[in-house]
């Protein structure tokens, strides 16, 4: 069975820091990018942050460029979101994703282009 648990949401109150996990079984996913994606309510979801499968490049959204950073632990099959300087505009549920092509060299940053995803964990900001 694949599975991604996403954890370390919750609440917290404008300016401090959140750091989520990702915790990927059932495969190795050392050979795939790793994504972060939120979902406003009745949106859908946009890409947050993706982390290349040597963990060596990194993408971020603008929105959230210079405040967030992904990291990757492949030896634990894990995936981490430090979340730091929050702001109200980052309460979403957060999902990590599993790209879809091994060893890839371009990044992907649409839903469609991963085939695995966590159950998403709640983050709510609040002033």
């Known amino acids: 069975q694949v599975q991604l648990v996403e954890s370390g949401g919750g609440l917290v109150q404008a300016g401090g820091s959140l750091r989520l996990s990702c915790a990927a079984s059932?495969?190795?996913?050392?050979?795939?990018?790793m994504g972060w994606f939120r979902q406003y309510p009745g949106k859908e979801r946009e890409s947050v942050a993706a982390i290349s499968w040597t963990g060596g490049k990194t993408y971020y959204a603008d929105s959230v460029k210079g405040r967030v950073i992904i990291s990757r632990d492949n030896a634990k099959n894990t995936v981490y979101l430090q979340m730091n300087s929050l702001k109200p505009e980052d309460t979403a549920v957060y999902y990590c994703?599993?790209?879809?092509?091994?060893?890839?060299?371009?990044?992907?940053?649409?839903?469609?282009?991963?085939?695995?995803w966590g159950q998403g964990t709640q983050v709510t900001v609040f002033s």
């Open positions: 994703a599993s790209d879809a092509t091994p060893y890839s060299s371009t990044w992907h940053l649409r839903t469609t282009q991963y085939d695995y």
């Open positions: 059932g495969r190795s996913f050392s050979s795939y990018i």
